[in-house]
């Protein structure tokens, strides 16, 4: 079977790093996407993972490895308006998105 | 400004009732989705449609149906055979269908059956 796993909930502290970790295992692979969702709104497009290796963008960067079946999300920096839920998901051979639940991350002062 | 709408943002309805969500978007995207979300779960595929007068099922299609006779639009029913329809459903659009594309999603709809 397909599957995708990520922590519930993670609480880091303003201005801090936090890594959000992503296995999965899923019939081929396209490619691995992070959205952010905030609470009762559209999910948003962060980063794409195809190869290996750690890609850039700000204060987010996404990290893959196909080998182990793994990626993470870093944050630095962080800010309030950073709470909200980050979604991992994989585009498996037919193209199609497969999702994991979320990990819903709580930013305190 | 180009994106995707979807209407109304709070339903309720009645159990047994019939109810269709709106889907709209002017960004020429060819690949539509609905999916549905429920707490502690991923989004699930309900349908996809490549191409206008095409769709396909996906992992949860039973009790759903769908529509789509213009490129822009791509509405959603949610019959009364859905035994838990009560959840955010949220629409989508890519550019292409069946390569690697960004999905662009709208702000949702969250139905609650009573």
């Known amino acids: 079977g397909q599957n995708i796993d990520q922590p519930t909930e993670m609480t880091a502290t303003e201005g801090a790093i936090v890594q959000i970790n992503c296995t999965y295992q899923?019939?081929?692979?396209?490619?691995l996407f992070w959205y952010q969702q905030h609470a009762g709104e559209a999910p948003t497009f962060l980063s794409y993972?195809?190869l290996d290796g750690l890609e850039e963008k700000g204060r987010f960067s996404s990290f893959l490895s196909r080998s182990k079946g793994y990626s993470y999300l870093l944050l630095k920096e962080l800010q309030m308006k950073d709470s909200a839920s980050y979604l991992c998901?994989?585009?498996?051979?037919?193209?199609?998105?497969?999702w994991g639940a979320g990990t819903k991350l709580i930013i305190k002062p | 400004d180009g994106g995707i709408t979807q209407s109304p943002k709070y339903l309720f309805r009645k159990e047994g009732q019939n109810v269709t969500l709106s889907c709209e978007q002017n960004?020429?995207?060819?690949?539509m989705y609905w999916y549905r979300q429920d707490p502690g779960q991923g989004l699930r595929l309900i349908y996809y449609?490549?191409?206008?007068?095409?769709?396909q099922k996906g992992d949860i299609a039973e009790g759903y149906s769908v529509s789509r006779e213009k490129k822009e639009s791509f509405p959603l029913t949610v019959t009364s055979a859905q035994k838990n329809p009560t959840a955010f459903y949220l629409c989508?659009?890519?550019?292409?269908?069946?390569?690697?594309?960004?999905?662009?999603f709208g702000p949702g709809t969250r139905l609650t059956v009573l």
């Open positions: 989508a659009s890519s550019p292409i269908s069946g390569g690697v594309n960004e999905q662009f």
């Open positions: 960004l020429n995207h060819d690949a």
């Open positions: 449609s490549q191409i206008v007068n095409d769709f």
């Open positions: 899923t019939s081929g692979f396209n490619g």
């Open positions: 993972n195809v």
């Open positions: 998901a994989v585009m498996d051979s037919n193209y199609q998105l497969i």
